[in-house]
Each structure stands twice: as C-alpha cells, then as structure tokens.
C-alpha cells in the first residue's frame, strides 16, 4: 500500500470495517482479462486468517473460473462520501476499503455450506441464527476463499 498513513492494522478495526460493507466485488482471471463480478459474502476469521463466502448458482461463469484457477481477488468499500473543495484538485473522497487475494474453491460438504451460508445472512442481517433446509443446501453453490493477502484502508 503505498499511503501507509491511511493503513488499518488493528484487527479489530479491519473486522470492524469488513463489517460495515455490504457487496463484495470478486475478481477472477478468465483469460482475456479480469471477470469482476459484485457478490453478497459472509466473513469469519480462522486461525487468524480472513474467510469469506459467497453463494449462487451451481454453474455459470463465476464458478467455472473459481474451479478453472482456483484464485481470486476482492475489494469492499464503504462510507464513502465526495468531500468538496474551493478547486476541483482539492476534491477527495472519504471511504473505507478493503482489498485482497487468496486461494478460492467450491465447498463441498453440507456442514460447510451451512456454515457459510450462515455468515453470509449474518453479514446481510447481522443474525446468525437461521436454518437452511437441506433441499435449498445441496441445491446452492457456496464459494470459500481464504484471504492469503488482505490490506485494509481509510481515508475519513
């Protein structure tokens, strides 16, 4: 990151800031170029490293490019706000971001899925308490990616 000044450290801070962000948007390399692609996700922290899931459709692109490369990038934004200025090089923006690639792949067991399924209406609700028939489980596709670099930046 090249302003360190505007680094998050603090994990309780990144996870604060994971928190308060609603869409991740998931970028996976398709051969011409970069597929990005905007995704509800769930985050917990395993062994101190950042997990997040994403759920959809058992095929289609996304999926085919998480099982073709096996790898993926992310960023999540939130609370940003243009702040003006006398000149328009003055103008900036305030935001909080995080950012970060690592291993994806498909899970596969149904204790899994539930688990991810979980964060990711916890993320979206903040409840974690909720059930998941199993017809709706074995019928959703859920994505892990385990976050091996993750940086966290904010500019308020």
Same mark, same amino acid.
């Given at each position: 990151?090249?302003?360190?000044?505007?680094?998050?450290?603090?994990?309780?801070?990144?996870?604060?800031?994971?928190?308060?962000?609603?869409?991740?948007? *998931?970028?996976?390399?398709?051969?011409?170029?970069?597929?990005?692609?905007?995704?509800?996700?769930?985050?917990?922290?395993?062994?101190?490293?950042?997990?997040?899931?994403?759920?959809?459709?058992?095929?289609?692109?996304?999926?085919? *490019?998480?099982?073709?490369?096996?790898?993926?990038?992310?960023?999540?934004?939130?609370?940003?706000?243009?702040?003006?200025?006398?000149?328009?090089?003055?103008?900036?923006?305030?935001?909080?971001?995080?950012?970060?690639?690592?291993?994806?792949?498909?899970?596969?067991?149904?204790?899994?899925?539930?688990?991810?399924?979980?964060?990711?209406?916890?993320?979206?609700?903040?409840?974690?308490?909720?059930?998941?028939?199993?017809?709706?489980?074995?019928?959703?596709?859920?994505?892990? *990616?385990?976050?091996?670099? *993750?940086?966290?930046?904010?500019?308020?």
């Amino acid at each position: 990151m090249r302003r360190q000044d505007r680094a998050v450290t603090a994990p309780e801070k990144i996870r604060a800031v994971i928190d308060a962000c609603e869409v991740c948007r *998931l970028g996976l390399q398709d051969g011409r170029g970069v597929y990005v692609v905007p995704v509800n996700f769930g985050h917990t922290v395993e062994g101190g490293r950042h997990v997040f899931y994403f759920h959809g459709a058992a095929e289609g692109r996304k999926v085919d *490019l998480v099982r073709r490369n096996g790898w993926a990038g992310f960023e999540l934004d939130t609370g940003y706000r243009l702040q003006g200025a006398e000149a328009a090089c003055g103008y900036t923006a305030a935001f909080q971001s995080v950012i970060g690639e690592g291993p994806i792949r498909v899970v596969e067991t149904a204790e899994e899925k539930r688990r991810g399924l979980a964060a990711i209406m916890r993320q979206a609700t903040c409840c974690g308490d909720w059930t998941f028939p199993d017809a709706a489980v074995d019928a959703v596709c859920v994505l892990r *990616l385990d976050a091996e670099e *993750l940086s966290c930046k904010e500019h308020l």
